[in-house]
């Protein structure tokens, strides 16, 4: 697996092995010891899917408390990924990073607890996957305002207006976030 750093302290795109001929092809999208040396020694409580149209925007979720740690990716089309830093004491705090993820190029990226998480669509019918360090808490859920200016995400909307979920609308800006320690 070839581990790129990603510009956020502890957030990494993972590029997996991709085994392929004319049949297809096989990856593996998760090994407890593979990714223990990696340095990632993770215990996945829940895995999620999600399929969206293009254009769909969900985020910026977080919990605070019960922080969830996410390793995503897309089975079918593309999204562009977002994490923000929401610690307090990291010097990154309220910075962001973007990667595109697609069922074409297989990457993964980890996003550890303690940042917010989004993405939008970029082709219709775009399988989402995700593994969760922690369960869904509803009441530990937040929501970091997609187009906070203090934020300022540098979205590939290319003339899409973004479909959101009402709760999705009413995020707060980052000086209102219940940010970590």
């Known amino acids: 697996m070839n581990v790129i750093e990603g510009k956020l302290p502890g957030t990494l795109i993972l590029e997996p092995r991709v085994f392929g001929d004319d049949r297809g092809f096989f990856m593996e999208t998760w090994s407890e010891a593979k990714f223990r040396e990696i340095g990632l020694d993770l215990t996945f409580v829940q895995d999620n ?19 969830q740690g996410k ?14 830093d929401l610690r307090k004491s990291s010097p990154t705090f ?28 970029l082709e219709d019918n775009t399988n989402f996957l995700y593994k969760c360090t922690a369960p869904y808490a509803p009441q530990s859920e937040h929501c970091l305002l997609w187009n906070d200016p203090a934020v300022d995400i540098a979205w590939p909307l290319d003339g899409m207006t973004p479909q959101l979920s009402g709760k999705d609308l009413l995020g707060v800006t980052l000086d209102a976030v219940e940010a970590f320690a």
């Open 71 to 84: 390793l995503v990716r897309v089975a079918t089309g593309a999204v562009y990924d977002v994490a923000v």
């Open 94 to 121: 309220g910075q962001w990073m973007g990667v595109e993820l697609s069922a074409a190029n297989k990457r993964m990226f980890w996003v550890p607890e303690g940042f917010a998480h989004g993405f939008l669509t």
């Open 49 to 67: 899917h999600s399929c969206s149209q293009k254009g769909v925007l969900r985020g910026l979720h977080f919990q605070n408390p019960a922080p």
